[in-house]
Every structure is written in structure tokens, then in C-alpha cells.
């Protein structure tokens, strides 16, 4: 039976979902061609009706994690968004987590098509974070952006190494905990942190 064009594209687009959820779960070496197809309910030997490589699919997939990231920043404050970031179910979440924290350090031995998505996806990250910025003088906004590549470094460091540890550990937990606070506090500070809306 032949696949219509509309088909297709929602077969394409459910093997990129299932993607972007099982790399941010297994990390890019942890997942095959044919493990990602057969969860996606696809066979093997269709992978490469709609990908060139598995690095195509990879770039792709970290595409549609960093959109989701932007669309969940939609009228969310800072301070929201820092709790969110930094709390137990977002750490335990990776397969419906940030892409950021899940991949960065598989990102950076992959070929520059992976590292190229991950630059852009933090410029949008960091453009979103500025939407308040408009009415700041070119100074005020390169102190602004190195305040906000800041922020982005702490929280996505902070949920890396919470993840690092064992999910039942105290250390876990105090990683986020001290890490929320201190980039809560830094926020609070007049000017300090990044402007969510």
C-alpha cells in the first residue's frame, strides 16, 4: 500500500518525537536506528526514506526539544521558571526534559550539524529570556545577555550534576536546592537575572 504525502510526514514526525524523547533518555550513543523505528512502530529499513543519517534525525530531534523549551517559557516569570527548572520532577523527567541538560555533553562529540542546532537553540533560548530588553542601551544589553548565558550555564549545570547522581541521593537534592536559591537570590537583586516576561 502506497504512503500518501500526509502520511509521511506525520510517520516523519512521529519517528523526531519518539526521538527527541528517547536521545534526552539514553543520550545519542544510547540509541539505535532500529530501537528508535521499532518505538517509533516503524521497521528499520524505513529510516532512510526520511533521514540521510542518524545525525540528521539527532539535529532534528534537538531542534524539537529546544521549541518546546521556548513554547513552555510563554508568560512564565523568572522566578517560576528557576523553580520549575530546578525541581526534583523536572531532574527526573529526561525524556520530557531539557534538551540542554539530557545532550550537551553528547552534543559536544558530535559532528558541528549537532553542534550547530545546539548554538542555535541556545541563542533562542537566550533571545526568549531578553524579550524584556528592548529599551536597554547597547551596554546595558551585553551586561544583560552575559547575565542571562549565566543563568542558562548555572541551572543547566545544576540539573546536569543532580542528574549525575543517584536518584535517591541527598546530594541529588542539595545541588537543586542550593543552586535554586542562589540564582532565586542573584534574581532578585535588582537587575540581576534573566527577563522572562
Known amino acids: 500500500m502506497k504512503v500518501t504525502k500526509a502520511q509521511a510526514l506525520e510517520n516523519r514526525a512521529r519517528i523526531v518525537d519518539t526521538a527527541s524523547t528517547l536521545f534526552r533518555e539514553r543520550g545519542y550513543d544510547g540509541v539505535s536506528v532500529a530501537d528508535l523505528m521499532a518505538a517509533a512502530g516503524f521497521t528499520h529499513g524505513g529510516f532512510y526514506k526520511h533521514f540521510g543519517s542518524k545525525a540528521d534525525l539527532m539535529a532534528e530531534a534537538a531542534g524539537v526539544g529546544f521549541s518546546r523549551a521556548v513554547a513552555s517559557l510563554a508568560g512564565v516569570n ?6 520549575e527548572y530546578l525541581s526534583r520532577p523536572h531532574r527526573d523527567s529526561r525524556g520530557d526534559g531539557c534538551t540542554f541538560a539530557a545532550l550537551s555533553g553528547d552534543a559536544a562529540r558530535q559532528p ?3 553542534k550547530q542546532a545546539f548554538a542555535a537553540g541556545i541563542e533562542n533560548q537566550l533571545a526568549i529570556l531578553a524579550r ?10 551585553r551586561e544583560a545577555r552575559a547575565k542571562r548565558i ?6 543547566v ?14 546530594l541529588a537534592d542539595e545541588i537543586l536546592e542550593v543552586c ?12 540581576a537575572g534573566p527577563h522572562l516576561g
Open 132 to 141: 524584556e530588553e528592548s529599551s536597554l542601551s547597547e551596554s546595558e544589553k
Open 150 to 155: 549565566d543563568t542558562l550555564a548555572h541551572v
Open 157 to 170: 549545570g545544576a540539573l546536569v550534576l543532580s542528574r549525575a547522581c543517584p536518584d535517591d541521593s541527598s
Open 78 to 83: 523568572a522566578p517560576q521558571y528557576i523553580q
Open 112 to 114: 558541528d550539524s549537532i
Open 180 to 191: 535554586r536559591t542562589e540564582v532565586l537570590n542573584r534574581y532578585a537583586r535588582k537587575g
